[in-house]
């Protein structure tokens, strides 16, 4: 009977490492994915305000509109 009790805490334990092991994988890839989300955002980010000071020095900040 204790033999039987020991046996199954051992299968849990066991099962639990592969899980925790598992789960740690999953943690480490998606913390990857995000650093790379990250990244793409800020680039865009400075690509954007890139083009926004890019426009702004092309165009007057007072000009008429035509008149048609």
Do not use: W
């Not at 046996?7 to 849990?12: G, P, Q, R, S, Y």
């Amino acid at each position: 009977m204790i033999e039987e009790r020991l046996v199954n805490i051992e299968t849990k334990i066991s099962f639990q490492e592969d899980l925790i092991e598992e789960l740690n994988k999953i943690v480490y890839q998606q913390q990857k994915k995000l650093n790379q989300l990250e990244a793409i955002c800020t680039s865009l980010a400075r690509h954007i305000q890139s083009l926004a000071e890019a426009g702004n020095e092309s165009k007057p900040v007072n000009e008429m509109p035509p008149r048609y």
